[in-house]
């Protein structure tokens, strides 16, 4: 809905909340909450994922009023920022988390030009230094997803259905992926016998 003074308001719809609000939570949850919770659980940072999510759906609202998109868990700075590259001290990496965002306000102010320059750089250059990036941090949490002898099919699948990048349904790689080594993970585990009851001694 616009306003006579040209500000958008925003309006109930079913259709923009069945095609837009819902398929865009579903990304959200499954393809940035869902990984950046799993990659601060491999580096052993156990957040509850009650906080993140409440906090940053709160954030999302309070900026979507100004044009901002949802805000959530970045995956992949996650990785880099919590692997032992920022610091071999664990409750020191947080600094690494500080200087991302201190990069992301220049880059904000700057953003028109470093989009300028970076569509100017050739493409397999930029797919080539993201790669760089990254190159440590999937080592070690491939080494860590693989250590368990005893889930390691599952997480191999798990690696390969997230690495395919296939979608169904609408909704993403990392979800099918979290489906098929949960599965998985449930066909290969061994059935444990009940229990058995202690039999009684009768009464003299």
């Known amino acids: 809905m616009v306003s006579a003074l040209g500000a958008a308001w925003p309006a109930w719809s079913w259709s923009a909340f069945v095609n837009l609000a819902l398929p865009l939570a579903l990304l959200a949850l499954t393809s940035q909450f ?12 156990q957040v509850p994922a009650r906080s993140p999510v409440t906090a940053l759906g709160l954030a999302s609202m309070l900026t979507a009023p100004f044009g901002g998109h949802g805000v959530t868990l970045a995956a992949i700075i996650a990785a880099i920022c919590t692997g032992p590259e920022a610091h071999p001290d664990r409750s020191r990496r947080y600094v690494a988390g500080v200087f991302c965002g201190l990069i992301y306000i220049v880059m904000g102010v700057m953003g028109g030009a ?51 990048g296939v979608s169904f ?4 790689a990392p979800l099918w992926a979290m489906l098929a080594g949960g599965l998985l993970c449930r066909l290969l585990s061994p059935v444990k016998p009940a229990p058995e009851k202690a039999v009684e001694a009768p009464a003299r």
Request: cysteine-free.
């Open 34 to 45: 869902l990984p950046g919770m799993a990659v601060l659980r491999a580096f052993g940072y």
């Open 114 to 164: 470093l989009a300028a320059l970076a569509l100017a750089l050739p493409k397999p250059l930029l797919v080539t230094a993201a790669g760089l990036a990254l190159f440590g941090t999937l080592a070690s949490s491939l080494g860590a997803a693989l250590a368990d002898a005893e889930h390691r099919e599952s997480a191999l699948l798990t690696f390969v259905v997230a690495a395919s």
């Open 169 to 172: 349904a609408g909704l993403g």
